[in-house]
């Protein structure tokens, strides 16, 4: 059963931020929000992941709201090499097993 | 160089035959997993296993077997039972089932 809802696809300019929303109405008290992203033909790669704080990386930045029901991945400047599908995931620190790849969102970065 | 290798790339096989992906670690980590995705969808677990000689069944095991004889081998036979085999599989480790490291994935097609 998918935990989380994300748009199917986006579209965002080459050089501006992307904002990535994914809804967790759902979540529970001890369950983290992860983000991965995979590149066409690819294994998923770990990008970030947070419980209620905001997380920032060299990577990107994760925007939690106070409710924890829905957060905000951003990629601060879009390149090409960006395009991917972003799967947002809710699930217990120790939990990997309890990871849900729903179909994510297909992210295109347009030059 | 710490990864996951997942070999062979492409694999093909006749239907009717049973065949092996290989899975190999060198982080050190404890749980391993092995995943499925079919075109446009997202992942869906087969096996993992948190520990050496002892792992479980995923959301969709039937038709696939695994063994974890060394921490860092986890082998998946896709067998003659699986109605529809070709697809996209994915291992992914993780040291202490926090985030997963996924391989580049073995591509099997089955005629």
């Known amino acids: 059963d998918a935990k989380t809802t994300q748009p199917t696809s986006m579209d965002c300019a080459e050089g501006r931020a992307a904002n990535l929303p994914c809804n967790h109405s759902?979540?529970?008290?001890?369950?983290?929000v992860y983000w991965y992203r995979q590149i066409h033909s690819q294994g998923p790669q770990y990008i970030i992941h947070?419980?209620?704080n905001n997380e920032t990386n060299e990577m990107a930045s994760l925007i939690i709201t106070e409710d924890r029901k829905s957060s905000t991945l951003i990629l601060p400047h879009a390149t090409l090499r960006d395009t991917a599908v972003y799967y947002c995931?809710?699930?217990?620190?120790?939990?990997?097993?309890?990871?849900?790849f729903g179909a994510g969102t297909r992210l295109f970065v347009k030059a | 160089d710490g990864g996951i290798t997942q070999s062979p790339k492409y694999l093909f096989r006749k239907e009717g035959q049973n065949v092996t992906l290989s899975c190999e670690q060198n982080?050190?980590?404890?749980?391993m997993y092995w995943y499925r995705q079919d075109p446009g969808q997202g992942l869906r677990l087969i096996y993992y296993?948190?520990?050496?000689?002892?792992?479980q069944k995923g959301d969709i095991a039937e038709g696939y077997s695994v063994s974890r004889e060394k921490k860092e081998s986890f082998p998946l036979t896709v067998t003659s039972a699986q109605k529809n085999p070709t697809a996209f599989y994915l291992c992914?480790?993780?040291?202490?089932?926090?985030?997963?490291?996924f391989g580049p994935g073995t591509r099997l097609t089955v005629t």
């Open positions: 995931i809710v699930r217990p620190r120790t939990g990997g097993f309890k990871t849900i």
């Open positions: 759902t979540i529970s008290g001890n369950e983290y």
């Open positions: 947070g419980l209620k």
């Open positions: 982080l050190n980590h404890d749980a």
């Open positions: 296993s948190q520990i050496v000689n002892d792992f």
């Open positions: 992914a480790s993780a040291s202490s089932s926090y985030e997963q490291y």
